[in-house]
């Protein structure tokens, strides 16, 4: 019987889409440029672990990678720019996402957030419709850990008191975050409402998956069902 459910959040629950005035625009790139130096993977692993906690740093960190001379105000324009996509994602909720998780905690059911997240990332989760949802919110910037590290989700399921064998994780599946769910014993849903991958990443995905689904309202007959 599953009694807590452990969401992922972006492309999950959520999705940063980009704005009309974006980062890259204040960075003078185009979207490839940019996200080809705000998602370097070190960098990321850096700000996803709490290594980097000041917003601005952040940005100065990205940017220090660049090879072209970024100006003080576009810098300011590119947190600024940052922090409203985030905000905009954690306050606009679709409607179906918040009624099928007020239908799992109507059942009885605990949930947790765990997601891999950085100090801007997650800075707005206080001021989402998701927030007073949850029971747990585990950001990997505050806990030290990443997924898919089996050690992030025990340290969810410790905070939440669940076991694994009722616990259920739904993600995108980014971040072989499905295979570290099942690594700590926990049963997975491959969640493909947002974000479809191409067939040899889905493949991938799908091997460490109980469940597949492409709406969310599915969840409810999983958890029925088990």
Same mark, same amino acid.
């Given at each position: *019987?599953?009694?807590?459910?452990?969401?992922?959040? =972006? =492309?999950? /629950?959520?999705?940063?889409?980009?704005?009309?005035?974006?980062?890259?625009?204040?960075?003078?790139?185009? #979207?490839?440029?940019?996200?080809?130096?705000?998602?370097?993977?070190?960098?990321?692993?850096? #700000?996803?672990?709490?290594?980097?906690?000041?917003?601005?740093?952040?940005?100065?960190?990205?940017?220090?990678?660049?090879?072209?001379?970024?100006?003080?105000?576009?810098?300011?324009?590119? /947190?600024?720019?940052?922090?409203?996509? *985030?905000? &905009?994602?954690?306050?606009?909720?679709?409607?179906?996402?918040?009624?099928?998780?007020?239908?799992? #905690?109507?059942?009885?059911?605990?949930?947790?957030?765990?997601?891999?997240?950085? !100090? $801007?990332?997650? *800075?707005?989760?206080?001021?989402?419709?998701?927030?007073?949802?949850?029971?747990?919110?585990?950001?990997?910037?505050?806990?030290?850990?990443?997924?898919?590290?089996?050690?992030?989700?025990?340290?969810?399921?410790?905070?939440?008191?669940?076991?694994?064998?009722?616990?259920?994780?739904?993600?995108?599946?980014?971040?072989?975050?499905?295979?570290?769910?099942?690594?700590?014993? *926990?049963?997975?849903?491959?969640?493909?409402? !947002?974000?479809?991958?191409?067939? &040899?990443?889905?493949?991938?995905?799908?091997? +460490?998956?109980?469940?597949?689904?492409?709406?969310? +309202? +599915?969840? $409810?007959?999983?958890?029925? =069902?088990?």
């Amino acid at each position: *019987m599953i009694k807590t459910v452990f969401f992922d959040l =972006f =492309f999950t /629950l959520v999705v940063p889409r980009y704005q009309k005035q974006t980062e890259y625009h204040a960075a003078g790139l185009s #979207r490839l440029e940019w996200e080809k130096y705000a998602e370097d993977a070190e960098l990321y692993k850096v #700000r996803a672990l709490g290594r980097i906690t000041e917003p601005a740093e952040i940005i100065e960190k990205i940017v220090a990678a660049i090879p072209k001379k970024i100006e003080n105000d576009a810098k300011a324009q590119i /947190l600024h720019r940052r922090q409203q996509r *985030m905000k &905009n994602a954690l306050c606009s909720i679709d409607a179906e996402i918040l009624a099928v998780l007020g239908a799992l #905690r109507q059942k009885g059911c605990k949930l947790c957030l765990i997601s891999n997240a950085d !100090f $801007i990332d997650c *800075m707005f989760w206080h001021d989402s419709p998701l927030c007073p949802l949850f029971d747990e919110a585990v950001f990997s910037c505050n806990a030290g850990m990443l997924k898919p590290d089996p050690a992030i989700y025990r340290y969810a399921m410790e905070l939440t008191g669940a076991k694994s064998q009722q616990s259920l994780f739904v993600g995108d599946g980014g971040s072989n975050e499905l295979f570290g769910a099942k690594q700590a014993g *926990m049963q997975t849903v491959f969640a493909e409402w !947002f974000d479809q991958k191409d067939e &040899n990443a889905a493949k991938r995905i799908n091997e +460490s998956a109980d469940f597949r689904i492409s709406k969310i +309202s +599915s969840l $409810i007959d999983i958890v029925d =069902f088990e």
